[in-house]
């Protein structure tokens, strides 16, 4: 039995179940052609010993010194590519150099963060498989239209192309979660930048989600929407309408307006 213990203010959650850590690791499908992949979080190895089969280079990151020292002393193989720190803050290309997929079962309580992170980076990660909370792996994945459809929905599919592929009880845990997980995979898509600003994008998704339940006439105030769009019909509409496309629409009105003012 392993001695590292999950910690609840790590938000750590040891999956236990063999089977399912190794259809998560062939859940990578190599696309966009990295030759390194790095696990967020490992805990004592469950995931990182299926990737380790892979032809891949096989890199972990972890912020819990239990774990670490676990690794160290469990996987001789990976010595060199184990790495205590914490993701949120580490820049990767100081390892790498190059592309790297991501893979993982994140920690709930910063899975925003982490994705946060991943767009930071995303010209750099090509690929992510995790598994997180059910409900915000639904919210990823959700086409617009959807109550769950949300900030992350947008900003993640505009740069990736986005599978649900399936879900995990939480028996399977140690200790079970009270809800249930999902495991999703992220593919970068051909987008390198948005055809609008990208800042300006990022400013409109959020305004218009955290007044979800308002038009976008209302929510998007706190941006000050120029006057000349005032009876546009697409702000009689709510965020959870709008595609990605049509978010970049909006962000061009908008630019396109203030610049004629």
């Given at each position: ?19 399912i850590a190794e259809r998560i690791a062939n859940g990578l499908t190599g696309h966009g052609n990295y030759r390194s992949v790095l696990e967020v979080g490992p805990g004592t190895g469950v995931l990182t010993q299926f990737l380790l089969k892979g032809e891949h280079n ?127 995979r992220l593919k970068r898509n051909q987008t390198e930048r948005l055809n609008c600003d990208e800042d300006l994008f990022k400013r409109v998704v959020k305004a218009g989600f955290q007044m979800r339940r308002k038009t976008l006439r209302n929510a998007l105030k706190a ?39």
């Open positions: 039995m392993s001695n590292v213990r999950p910690k609840k203010h790590l938000g750590q959650h040891f999956l236990k179940d063999l089977s096989t890199w972990v990151i972890d912020i819990d010194k239990e774990s670490i020292a676990y690794l160290h002393e469990h996987f001789p193989e990976l010595q060199q590519h184990i790495i205590d720190g914490d993701f949120l803050k580490y820049n990767f290309l100081d390892h790498t150099g190059e592309p790297l997929a991501i893979i993982g079962n994140f920690p709930y309580n910063i899975s925003s963060q982490i994705f946060f992170r991943i767009l930071e980076m995303r010209n750099q990660v090509p690929e992510v498989v995790c598994m997180i909370q059910k409900e915000v792996a639904d919210r990823i994945a959700e086409p617009p239209g959807s109550r769950t459809y949300g900030i992350l929905s947008v900003l993640l599919q505009a740069y990736y192309d986005i599978e649900y592929l399936f879900t995990v009880k939480p028996g399977v845990f140690n200790p079970p979660p009270k809800v249930n997980s999902g495991v999703i941006i000050n929407l120029p006057a000349e769009l005032a009876n546009d019909p697409i702000l009689d509409l709510r965020a959870e309408a709008l595609s990605v496309n049509q978010f970049v629409d909006l962000t061009n009105k908008i630019t396109a307006c203030r610049q004629n003012e």
